[in-house]
């Protein structure tokens, strides 16, 4: 594979650089940006770009994206449930614990592990760690994924995000009963400046909208189905926190201890999206896990004998 350039217009002044690339390239994380523009990739006006260097109107910002480096992953035997396949793109349904891509300290039994023993060629666009990754779930979500195998693909369902035409639906269980039932969560969010592993709804975070609509009441806790607009780190997590409902297993974000689950009850069961190649309107859906579905019956059987 070949490197690739792209030459953008400035048409905003003020911005920094890395911010400026951002906006022109969403399919691309902030760091995977930054570390390109420091690895010489990046230039203004054909002299090298600093991150923090301010565009100005009518500057000539041009990107270099290299090939992807040889990874340094191995393969593994994972087993990954795949909903849905074409010659772009995969959805597939990860299992809660099954971190998505590796890190630091942390290089095997990743999705992307299992992900390329069953395909050795994904998108290089997220970077050498993040091969075909197009968004991400927490280690101990379960649910849907989209997970691109060309770099057109990529940039079609990045774009896709950015526009917000895919649309994502998942069902949680929180503490409480939330009062508004149904309501939109617009709270910025950013880094939890006294807890790294946390955010935190921060003023001067990032845009953050989350719809719920409570769909079943318990004794103690909610069935919500959340719509995110858009997809932060966390976001589902910190918005309902942030309303006094936290999700139910999710010792994160709350102190409260239940014996219903092991860990927090968030599911990604719908994803919609448009197909890169023809426009075609697609929608996948993913059951309950077991372990979620046995919580949900063990409350349902409680208001039955309650009742009865």
């Known amino acids: 594979m070949t490197s690739r350039t792209q030459e953008f217009s400035v048409c905003k002044a003020g911005l920094r650089v890395d911010q400026f690339l951002g906006f022109c390239c969403p399919d691309m994380t902030r760091s995977r940006l930054a570390n390109l523009i420091r690895g010489g990739h990046a230039t203004i006006n054909s002299l090298l770009a600093k991150p923090s260097q301010k565009v100005r109107l009518g500057d000539i910002v041009t990107l270099t994206i290299p090939p992807p480096t040889q990874l340094g992953l191995e393969a593994e ?14 959805v597939v349904d ?26 050795p060629n994904f998108s290089g666009i997220g970077g050498v760690q993040r091969p075909g990754i197009v968004h991400r779930l927490d280690k101990d979500t379960s649910g849907l994924m989209l997970v691109a195998k060309n ?9 896709q995000l950015q526009k917000r035409i895919i649309h994502k639906h998942y069902v949680a269980l929180v503490w409480g009963k939330p009062n508004p039932a149904t309501g939109v969560v617009e709270a910025a969010i950013a880094r939890d400046l006294r807890n790294r592993k946390r955010m935190a709804v921060v003023p001067q975070g990032r845009e953050s909208v989350t719809n719920y609509e409570t769909v079943e009441v318990f004794p103690e806790v909610s069935l919500v189905e959340v719509r995110p607009v ?8 910190v918005h309902l926190t942030s309303i006094g409902h936290p999700l139910v297993g999710d010792t994160l974000y ?18 919609r999206f448009e197909l890169p190649s023809t426009g075609e309107i697609l929608e996948v859906s993913s059951p309950l896990p077991s372990d979620l579905q046995r919580a949900l019956d063990f409350l349902r059987k409680m208001v039955v004998d309650t009742n009865s």
């Open 77 to 90: 035997d994972i087993p990954i449930n795949i909903l849905y396949e074409n010659e772009d793109l995969m």
């Open 94 to 119: 990860k299992p809660w614990g099954l971190t998505v891509h590796p890190a630091p300290g942390h290089q095997s039994h990743t999705l992307v592990n299992g992900l390329l023993a069953l395909r």
């Open 151 to 159: 770099d057109a693909a990529h940039h079609s369902l990045a774009m």
């Open 230 to 237: 858009t997809g932060r780190t966390h976001q589902i997590r």
């Open 254 to 271: 709350s102190n409260k201890k239940t014996d219903l689950v092991e860990r927090q009850f968030l599911h990604a069961e719908k994803l």
